[in-house]
């Protein structure tokens, strides 16, 4: 259902288009972790669009407070998508839920930064510090990390309440640019520390040529 209404809902308000390093010009594959930067609340649907261009329909790892939604919750459980539940004794569900999902040949979408950054312009901006269940879950399902880069979700939602609702109002007419590149997979090793670190060097050389497809510039030290 998510993957459906987001292949509809993105070309409403943005032109998306979607690159991949892969020989076969596919997705990712089956059993594969997907892991995404995330910078706005709009590149959910915008990921979901791209994956299911490429013949993909992921396991969502979300926040478990979309589960309390009437409605969108039962059709997350449904759909066997996992919560996260951030700062809780609970936590270590959502790798139990992703592991399954990964056993059972689903691709699983991570962001593996686990949050949104607190800025109010519509720039872009690499990828900040991953947290380290990437890293866990990679190890301990023995999967591969494929990682995607998407630019463009900014400039439809961004900074305050007030601006992200003009933001969605506007977008249908500006019809601003969205690029989605999907990466090569990549096998995490090291410690935790020094795994999460290179799953977020992975995608950021994603998020990169995501940038570079829609004319952006990327700053060296990114």
């Not at 109002?169 to 995490?188: F, K, N, Q, S």
Request: charged fraction near 20%.
């Amino acid at each position: 259902m998510l993957s459906s209404i987001a292949h509809r809902l993105v070309p409403a308000f943005g032109s998306l288009t979607v690159t991949t390093d892969a020989e076969d010009g596919g997705g990712p594959a089956p059993g594969s972790i997907v892991a995404a930067n995330h910078t706005s609340l709009f590149d959910p649907a915008l990921v979901l669009a791209a994956l299911r261009q490429l013949g993909v329909e992921p396991v969502v790892m979300a926040t478990a407070g979309l589960w309390r939604i009437p409605g969108l919750g039962a059709a997350l459980v449904r759909e066997g998508h996992v919560p996260v539940y951030r700062r809780s004794p609970r936590a270590g569900e959502a790798l139990d839920g992703a592991r399954e999902a990964l056993r059972g040949g689903r691709c699983v979408l991570i962001y593996g930064e686990g949050g949104l950054p607190e800025r109010g312009d519509s720039g872009e901006a690499a990828p900040e510090r991953f947290r380290l269940g990437i890293a866990r879950l990679a190890r301990e399902s023995g999967a591969a990390v494929v990682p995607l880069g998407q630019a463009g979700a900014r400039r439809v939602t961004s900074g305050g309440a007030g601006k992200q609702v003009a933001g969605l109002l506007t977008a249908p007419v500006r019809r601003p640019a969205l690029h989605v590149h999907v990466g090569r997979p990549v096998t995490l090793a090291g410690d935790t520390v020094t795994a999460a670190e290179q799953a977020r060097r992975a995608v950021t050389d994603a998020w990169r040529t995501a940038v570079e497809r829609l004319g952006g510039t990327v700053h060296p030290s990114a």
